[in-house]
């Protein structure tokens, strides 16, 4: 029998409408949360997608404006607030991945307005109370549970068009959440529940859609686990992977997702020796692999997916400025972070060699 360590656990308000076709209940979403004039923001890319949902939302629909870029850029934040005030939006229809939630949260943020939230990746933003803002390219980001959206409309049918290449970053970014909901400083057994079916959910599903992109079965798949580890990242505070990442999108500009693909086996691996329970959840999730760390770097290989910092851009010199920056502000983590453990762990990640456990 396990013992169960005592634990808080806080639920956050969450409504999921989940299927392929969902996006069909929208309106009558919106009706039932009393809702008249909706905002719909999205990326330049997801404007077709935008305006298909404005002509389903008929007199709900306030307008689309498709202007979400990745890290939600103060003055794009701006524009849609004001956009929303002007249009006498009473909610946003936030369509697309993390940048167009993104998007949907920083209007939250200003101006209260409720956030729907439908997403078309599986990086897990529309799960969680946390956002960002870029402002002369420095990243604010905070909590704040006005951001979390009120609805999450998960309809695998809108992924259908994420290239594989996405797909699997965006997707192993999910698994990152999770990983780290494992061996949180609040973990507790709820989320970790959450966090083990996520990860099986996500490594099932990624492999069958990289055969198939028009799986909808593996798309369906890949959701419910984006929805499990975004749930994750909303309820639990994260660790070395989530910092390091941080700092590397931040300071270097490398990109979000396949930076935390690169990253997680080698972070994992770190931590680890000081997760055992965290390693047992992992290795039932990835079909009793005794070392989920270097697992989870053969799917990467597997699955096509970048697997050195040094292909992402990034210069072997700047490893000494990371590690200076991670170091600089403390952290729980399972695992002591010192600078030569950190140095070893990101000369790995950029080379692209295998993670090597130990700290
Ligand atoms: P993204 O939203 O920037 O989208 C990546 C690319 O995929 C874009 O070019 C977009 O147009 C395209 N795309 C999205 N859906 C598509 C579809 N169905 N078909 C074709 N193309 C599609 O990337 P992301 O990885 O979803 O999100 C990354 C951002 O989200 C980062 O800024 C990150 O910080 C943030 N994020 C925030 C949280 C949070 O809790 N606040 C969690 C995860 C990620």
């Known amino acids: ?27 009558a979403e919106i009706e039932r949360l009393g809702y008249e004039r909706a905002l719909i923001l999205c990326g330049p890319e997801q ?20 202007r979400a870029r990745m890290h939600v850029p103060l003055e794009v934040a701006d524009l849609a607030r004001d956009r929303a005030r002007e249009l006498g939006a009473d909610c946003c229809v936030a ?18 307005l409720p956030v729907l939230a439908v997403p078309t990746t599986y990086a897990g933003s529309e799960m969680t109370p946390i956002w960002g803002l870029t ?25 259908l068009t994420l290239p594989s290449a996405l797909s699997v970053t965006s997707g192993i970014n999910a698994v990152a959440h999770a990983v780290e909901a494992l061996y949180a400083p609040d973990a507790n057994p709820i989320i970790s529940l959450m966090a083990e079916e996520g990860v099986r959910a996500l490594t099932r599903a990624l492999p069958a859609l990289v055969d198939d992109g028009q799986d909808i079965e593996a798309r369906t798949q890949a959701q ?3 929805w499990l580890c975004g749930a994750c990242l909303g309820s639990t505070a994260m660790s070395l992977h989530h910092k390091l990442c941080h700092s590397l999108g931040g300071t270097l500009d490398l990109p979000h997702a396949p930076t935390h693909t690169v990253v997680l086996p080698h972070a994992l691996a770190y931590n680890q020796p000081g997760a055992p329970q965290a390693v047992a959840a992992l290795s039932r999730a990835l079909d009793g692999a005794p070392d989920p760390a270097s697992r989870l770097w053969e799917l990467a290989g597997q699955l ?18 990371i590690v200076e920056q991670v170091l600089a502000n403390p952290y729980a983590n399972p695992v002591e972070v010192t600078a030569p453990g950190l140095t070893r762990l990101l000369q790995a990640a950029w080379a692209g060699e295998p993670p090597a456990t130990g700290s």
């Open 47 to 66: 404007e077709a997608t935008g305006r298909r949902i404005a002509d389903a939302l008929g007199a709900r629909a306030a307008g689309v404006l498709a």
């Open 1 to 27: 029998m396990t013992f169960v360590q005592p634990f808080t656990y806080q639920a956050l308000p969450m409504r999921v409408v989940f299927g392929a076709g969902s996006v069909a209940s929208l309106p």
């Open 95 to 112: 369509v697309g991945g993390g940048s167009a939630i993104g998007l949907g949260k920083a209007v939250a943020l200003a101006h209260g």
């Open 135 to 159: 402002e002369n390219g420095s990243k604010r980001t905070g909590r704040d549970p006005r951001v979390l959206p009120v609805s999450v409309v998960y309809d695998a049918e809108l992924t």
């Open 224 to 226: 419910y686990g984006a």
């Open 304 to 321: 096509g997916a970048p697997r050195s910092l040094r292909e992402l851009g990034m210069a072997e010199q700047d490893i000494e400025r």
